[in-house]
Each structure stands twice: as C-alpha cells, then as structure tokens.
C-alpha cells in the first residue's frame, strides 16, 4: 500500500494524504476515489477510530461495516 500511494504520488505530483493530513498517524493510508482525501483505506495494529475523531472526522467505517460477504 505505501510502496503504491509513493508511486501515484510521483506521477499526480502530488502528496500522499497521509504527508498532507495525517503525518503523526501510526499505520498506513491509502487514499481511494479521486485522491482528493474524502475517502481513505487505514490500517493500523490499534484502533484508529480515536485518532480520526479527534481530528473531526464522524464517518468511519470498519472493514466488516463495508464488504459484502
């Protein structure tokens, strides 16, 4: 995951949502859509729903809240 947000960072010239928004989160981001940061993958070893509220974000999902089994 990290080795491919590099990679797109490179070609869009642009930087990883994580450089831009979430430097001090420990684990990995991986933006999704448009790279436009209104929808990222996390992963990380502890929860990160903490992190995300304390920065103001409501909506956030776990992995079994969206895929269709």
């Known amino acids: 995951i990290h080795k491919h947000e590099v990679q797109m ?39 990160p729903t903490p992190y995300f509220k304390l920065k103001g974000y409501e909506t956030i999902l776990r992995y079994d809240e969206m895929i269709l089994f």
Do not use: Q
Request: proline share 5%.
């Open 9 to 47: 960072s490179r070609i869009l010239e642009t930087p990883t949502i994580k450089e831009s928004l979430f430097p001090d989160f420990n684990g990995m981001i991986k933006s999704l859509g448009a790279w436009g940061g209104d929808f990222v993958m996390v992963i990380s070893e502890d929860n």
